[in-house]
């Protein structure tokens, strides 16, 4: 089976700290991506990366950035966490060809005060 | 971008009833998945069903790529299938694999 695990289940953050936020993979997947979840807003991308050192911009990209050092981790990094910040993160993988199911994590629920 | 609509917004079944979800999308797709969102938050694949027809145990999803839609079909409805229903898409000739999400359909199954 595939298994995508996350650092936290719950964080608590001040207005300010830098946040790193953690995804590995076990499945060689090529692909990961982190998305937010809003109530109203559905899921929406943040970053995604189709290989080790590589990374590109999702939909909302803006406060956040990426690191891809290991092609089993997958690191979202809020510089300067914002109360707007405060959401539902989650990360996924999946292959490149073939049967590109996306895998998810069981998330990240973020609070900034 | 692509748009994907999804209906209805909300359900409520008592159990042992069935139902169908629809996901409609704007565009041709390469991918199309359906998850469940579980009340703690995780997603679980249920189906990768770009297009024909797929079944695991009660639950089967039928993909019409020439008419842009989808549908997941759900019987003997039991209050363990509560949560959020998502279908998501992958626009034909993108790369990197990017989802984009319906807005969900919300099931609530009663004793």
């Known amino acids: 089976d595939v298994k995508v695990t996350q650092s936290s289940r719950y964080l608590v953050k001040r207005t300010g700290e830098k946040v790193f936020l953690e995804c590995v993979q076990d499945m060689d997947h090529e692909n990961m991506f982190w998305y937010r979840q809003d109530p109203g807003l559905g899921l929406r991308l943040i970053y995604f990366s189709y290989d080790v050192k590589m990374k590109e911009k999702g939909d909302i990209p803006e406060g956040y950035s990426v690191s891809r050092e290991k092609k089993e981790r997958f690191s979202l990094i809020l510089e300067s966490a914002s109360t707007n910040q405060t959401s539902m993160y989650l990360c996924?993988?999946?292959?490149?060809?073939?049967?590109?199911?996306?895998?998810f994590g069981p998330g990240t629920r973020l609070l900034v005060l | 971008g692509i748009q994907v609509e999804q209906s209805p917004p909300d359900l409520i079944l008592q159990e042992g009833a069935n139902s169908t979800l629809r996901c409609n999308f704007s565009?041709?797709?390469?991918?199309l998945q359906w998850f469940h969102q579980n009340p703690w938050g995780q997603l679980i694949n249920l189906f990768y069903i770009p297009s024909g027809t797929k079944q695991n145990g009660r639950l089967s999803a039928t993909t019409v790529a020439t008419e842009r839609y989808s549908l997941l079909y759900i019987s003997s409805s039991q209050t363990t299938d509560s949560g959020v229903y998502f279908c998501a898409v992958e626009r034909i000739y993108n790369q990197g694999g990017k989802l984009i999400f319906g807005q969900g359909t919300e099931l609530s199954v009663k004793p």
């Open positions: 565009d041709s797709v390469n991918n």
């Open positions: 996924a993988s999946s292959l490149t060809g073939g049967e590109k199911t996306q895998y």
